[in-house]
């Protein structure tokens, strides 16, 4: 069975720290991009961050710029959001998914196949 599972988040104050996983079981992530999506209560799914398969590449939404980090572990078959001086409006459901292809701005949800199950971020004093 194919899964990706999310784990590491949590309820933290503004400036703290997260670091989220994305976990695949049933397949290999290295032929994926692997993108981050959160989706905050009655608003849309928004893409935050995505790791190409091949190079490297990574792609950032500007709300996040200079605060996430994205990074892939191989051998562990698992994709990390490092997550710092988060801000309240951070807080949502965040949601990883694997993509095909390599996408100049991998914003889109439907660019994405399979997605997991979601983890809740909380930012709040």
């Known amino acids: 069975q194919l899964q990706l599972v999310e784990s590491g988040g949590g309820l933290v104050q503004p400036g703290g720290s997260l670091r989220l996983s994305c976990a695949a079981s049933?397949?290999?992530?290295?032929?994926?991009?692997i993108g981050w999506f959160r989706q905050a209560p009655g608003k849309e799914r928004e893409g935050v961050s995505a790791?190409?398969?091949?190079?490297?590449?990574?792609y950032y939404a500007d709300s996040v710029k200079g605060r996430f980090t994205i990074s892939r572990d191989n051998a562990k078959n698992t994709v990390y959001l490092q997550m710092n001086n988060l801000k309240p409006e951070d807080t949502a459901v965040y949601y990883c998914?694997?993509?095909?292809?390599?996408?100049?701005?991998?914003?889109?949800?439907?660019?994405?196949?399979?997605w997991g199950q979601g983890t809740q971020v909380t930012v709040s004093s």
């Open positions: 049933g397949f290999t992530l290295d032929y994926y991009a």
């Open positions: 790791i190409s398969s091949s190079d490297g590449s990574t």
């Open positions: 998914a694997t993509a095909t292809t390599w996408y100049s701005n991998p914003t889109r949800p439907a660019d994405f196949g399979s």
